[in-house]
C-alpha cells in the first residue's frame, strides 16, 4: 500500500523560505515520477512542480519557477520541495502525489497516489 506523508509546512513570513518533505513508502519508486500541487481556500487545486525519479527530470509552474526547487533523495525515499522568497499568494495546502508510469504531468487527474496535505501559511 502506497503511502505519501508530507511534513514541513507552517507559518513564515513573506520572503522566507520552507522546505516540505514527502515520505513515500509501499513501493519501488524508481519508475514513478513525483508531483507537488497546492489548494488555497476557494481556489482549484493547483501544479506546483514535479520530478522524475528515474532521472530526475524537474518541470515548474510559470509562477514558482525560479523560487521552488524539486527534488529526489533516493535513499530515503523521500521528496523535497524547497520554497524560497515565499509571498502571501503562496498560503496554501501543499500535497504531493505519485505518478506510477514515470510521466511529466501537471493534470492532478493522471497522479495515482495523494498525501494528506500539509499547510503553509505566507504572512505580509
Known amino acids: 500500500q502506497v503511502q505519501l506523508v508530507e511534513s514541513g509546512g507552517g507559518l513564515v513570513q513573506a520572503g522566507g523560505s520552507l522546505r516540505l518533505s514527502c515520505a513515500a513508502s509501499?513501493?519501488?519508486?524508481?519508475?514513478?515520477?513525483m508531483g507537488w500541487f497546492r489548494q488555497a481556500p476557494g481556489k482549484e487545486r493547483e501544479f506546483i512542480a514535479a520530478?522524475?525519479?528515474?532521472?530526475?527530470?524537474?518541470y515548474y509552474a510559470d509562477s514558482v519557477k525560479g523560487r521552488f526547487t524539486v527534488s529526489t533523495d533516493g535513499a530515503e525515499n523521500t521528496v523535497y520541495l524547497q520554497m524560497n522568497s515565499l509571498k502571501p499568494e503562496d498560503t496554501a495546502v501543499y500535497y504531493c502525489?505519485?505518478?506510477?508510469?514515470?510521466?511529466?504531468?501537471?493534470?492532478?487527474?493522471?497522479?495515482?497516489?495523494w498525501g494528506q496535505g500539509t499547510q503553509v501559511t505566507v504572512s505580509s
Open positions: 502525489a505519485a505518478e506510477r508510469f514515470g510521466f511529466i504531468t501537471t493534470f492532478d487527474r493522471d497522479y495515482d497516489y
Open positions: 520530478v522524475r525519479w528515474r532521472d530526475a527530470y524537474t
Open positions: 509501499g513501493r519501488t519508486f524508481s519508475s514513478y515520477s
